[in-house]
Structures are given as structure tokens and as C-alpha cells.
């Protein structure tokens, strides 16, 4: 059965750098898009950044400038750059992929905690 399974999350500083990995495991199908979501505490949630298998990439407003999304299609893995953290940013990190032709497949959620 295919599933996500993500990695990085962690506690850092206001300032600091964080990297997650999401790599797709129990699947022969292609993937297209792939990207990550947040929640945070009493939020609903929000696109933080995605990417198409050709490459290009859509990001939430609130971290254009400071997340890099990128992916190793062969490997199946989507990654999330994310520098410049802010306390804003403290959140559950689920990553997701669509599976061809249709679908979407999520991870299980990382957690991200940037102290002040």
C-alpha cells in the first residue's frame, strides 16, 4: 500500500534552518504534483509550497523568499528548504502527492516548532 513518510521536523530557533523529506513508498504509479501544507494551532491550514514534475513550483505568500520546495522524481522524494524561520511558522508540516491520474496521497505530519 503506498504511503508518504516524511522526516526533519524539529525545534529551532527564530532565525534558524530546517529541511523536510517526504519520500513516496509502496507505489509503481507516476507522481505529479507534490508539495507541502501546514496547520497550526487554531488555523485551517494553508498551501506552503508545491511542485509539478516538470519542476515548477508554487509558494504560500506568507514564505516565498525564505522556502525552497524541490524533489527527486526518480527517488519519489519531495523536499522543503525552509531558512529564515519565524515563531509564525510553528506548525504540522504534512506533505502530499498525486499520484497518476488522480489521487492524493499524504504524509503523516512532522511537526515544527521555531522558538523565539
Known amino acids: 500500500q503506498a504511503q508518504l513518510v516524511e522526516s526533519g521536523g524539529g525545534l529551532v530557533q527564530a532565525g534558524g534552518s530546517l529541511r523536510l523529506s517526504c519520500v513516496v513508498s509502496?507505489?509503481?504509479?507516476?507522481?505529479?504534483?507534490m508539495g507541502w501544507y501546514r496547520r497550526g494551532i487554531g488555523d485551517q491550514g494553508e498551501l506552503v509550497a508545491s511542485?509539478?514534475?516538470?519542476?515548477?513550483?508554487n509558494y504560500g505568500d506568507s514564505v516565498k523568499g525564505r522556502f525552497t520546495v524541490s524533489r527527486d522524481n526518480a527517488e519519489k522524494t519531495v523536499y522543503l528548504q525552509m531558512n529564515k524561520l519565524e515563531s509564525e511558522d510553528t506548525a504540522v508540516y504534512y506533505c502530499?502527492?498525486?499520484?497518476?491520474?488522480?489521487?492524493?496521497?499524504w504524509g503523516q505530519g512532522t511537526r515544527v516548532t521555531v522558538s523565539p
Open positions: 502530499f502527492a498525486d499520484p497518476s491520474p488522480r489521487g492524493r496521497l
Open positions: 511542485i509539478t514534475s516538470s519542476g515548477s513550483t
Open positions: 509502496g507505489s509503481r504509479r507516476n507522481i505529479n504534483d
